[in-house]
């Protein structure tokens, strides 16, 4: 018999609502994976991403896993949300199969740098790839990779917008991919958890984003903002 390898999880979290994209206000818990491929300058979840913060990372079987969510969700079964970090460096198939087999419904967010037959078995995969403002650069090949693998989950692409080169940037990754929905979130630039985030200027970026698509006549993507963040600012576990 193999043995499953334990995941490096960061937090598990919730119930709260999903805060971005597709399942935006779906009720949810988070499994926030440890690790990550990429360094994004304006990450808002270093803590999952940086070694720094390794110690506080728990080291958890698929079962342990699931038995917090469990205890989370009151032994509802909810949607799952993966995140990270890249949860796509590690081999979340076991915990999937675990809350699939109980009703629970799973949902994964990664930038799709890494493809993973796991993939196939969530609802929902949340491909999301990174603009220049990030500092880090698309492999459009393994990204495809990463759609392929995906089938037959519902399969979506959500970018984070910053400036102007984003902007233009992200037209040209819905060139690439003109099948997969297309959501869009103006970037959040003051990610400390303990500096408050102005409303105002959360939403006056929001406000840019949609103006400059409506005046080009784009249509195709959904324009949402980080509600989590409307709400509750960089508070963590929410
Ligand atoms: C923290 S990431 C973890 C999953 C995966 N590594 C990824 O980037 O897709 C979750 C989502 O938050 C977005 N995100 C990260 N930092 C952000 C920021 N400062 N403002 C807005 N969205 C951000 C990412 O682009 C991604 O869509
Ligand atoms: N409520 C809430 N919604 C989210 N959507 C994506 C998140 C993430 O950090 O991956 C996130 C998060 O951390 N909280
Ligand atoms: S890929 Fe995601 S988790 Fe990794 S650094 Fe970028 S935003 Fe953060
Ligand atoms: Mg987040």
């Not at 994209?21 to 499994?31: M, Q, R, Y």
């Not at 304006?42 to 896993?65: F, G, K, L, N, P």
């Not at 799709?112 to 796991?118: A, E, F, N, R, T």
């Not at 003109?178 to 408050?196: I, R, S, T």
Request: with cysteine; proline share 8%; net charge negative.
């Amino acid at each position: 018999m193999t043995r499953d390898r334990p995941l490096r999880i960061a937090e598990i979290f919730g119930p709260t609502i999903q805060g971005e994209g597709a399942l935006i206000g779906e009720p949810t818990v988070f499994v926030r994976a440890g690790g990550c491929d990429y360094r994004c300058v304006w990450c808002d979840s270093m803590h999952a991403v940086d070694s720094a913060h390794r110690h506080a990372w728990a080291s958890m079987e698929a079962a342990q896993i699931m038995d917090e969510v469990r205890h989370l969700s009151g032994g509802q079964p909810l949607t799952v949300s993966i995140s990270g970090g890249n949860p796509a460096i590690q081999d979340f198939g076991p915990v999937i199969e675990m809350g699939r087999a109980e009703g629970y419904r799973f949902a994964c967010e990664t930038q799709g740098s890494v493809p993973q037959d796991w993939f196939a078995r969530l609802d929902t995969l949340v491909l999301s790839p990174k603009p220049p403002s990030s500092g880090e650069t698309v492999d459009w090949e393994r990204f495809a990779d990463c759609v392929r693998a995906g089938a037959p989950a519902k399969t979506v692409m959500k970018i984070v917008i910053f400036d102007n080169a984003d902007y233009a940037w992200a037209q040209e990754a819905a060139a690439r991919h003109p099948d997969l929905p297309l959501y869009l979130q103006p970037g959040n630039p003051e990610v400390d958890p303990d500096v408050a985030v102005s409303l105002e200027a959360t939403t006056a970026r929001l406000r840019w984003l949609v103006d400059k698509a409506t005046a080009d006549r784009w249509f195709a993507p959904r324009i949402l903002p980080q509600l989590h963040v409307l709400l509750w600012g960089n508070l963590r576990g929410v």
